[in-house]
């Protein structure tokens, strides 16, 4: 499985069936490339929450929203992975929890995210039974000095 950004921005889009939370793991839905490369979209699954990218330089992330579906629980963070992608539990960095809530909705106004290689972001819901929707939308970081 590889997302290869760009630098033009790319997103990862992730759904939620009914009854079941964004776990912070890798969707198991059928991914597809949509929008001539720009989205990687995922079909609803029983779990999912870990958007990565495979970047093998900085990537700013210019905006993650949630949709709960209903009133609920939601904790974004940054994750960093070991070689088989999997979460280093000790190398967690939370970066926005909201509760009781239906919408997150985050942009650079409200942060400023830079993912290096093999980070990824997390997210986690809780208490909403509602089918759920992720998005997060990213770009490679190119800076050139003359």
């Known amino acids: 499985m590889s997302r290869y950004p760009a630098n033009y921005p790319t997103s990862i889009l992730q759904r939620i069936t009914e009854n079941h939370q964004f776990d912070g793991t890798l969707s198991l839905g059928a991914e597809s490339t949509t929008r001539n490369g720009a989205m990687y979209e995922y079909a609803a699954a029983d779990a999912g929450g870990l958007f990565y990218w ?26 960093n992975l070991d070689v088989n992608l999997a979460v280093i539990a000790a190398e967690t960095f ?27 972001i997390q997210i986690f819901s809780a ?7 992720a998005q997060v939308v ?9």
């Open 94 to 120: 939370r970066i926005f929890t909201v509760s009781g809530q239906q919408h997150v909705a985050l942009d650079h106004a409200q942060m400023q995210l830079t993912l290096l290689p093999r980070q990824a």
């Open 127 to 133: 208490t909403s039974a509602a089918a759920k929707v």
């Open 54 to 79: 495979d970047n093998q330089e900085p990537m700013v992330i210019d905006q993650i929203n949630v949709n709960l579906g209903a009133a609920g629980d939601c904790t974004v963070w940054i994750v």
């Open 138 to 146: 990213g770009s490679i970081e190119r800076s050139y000095v003359r």
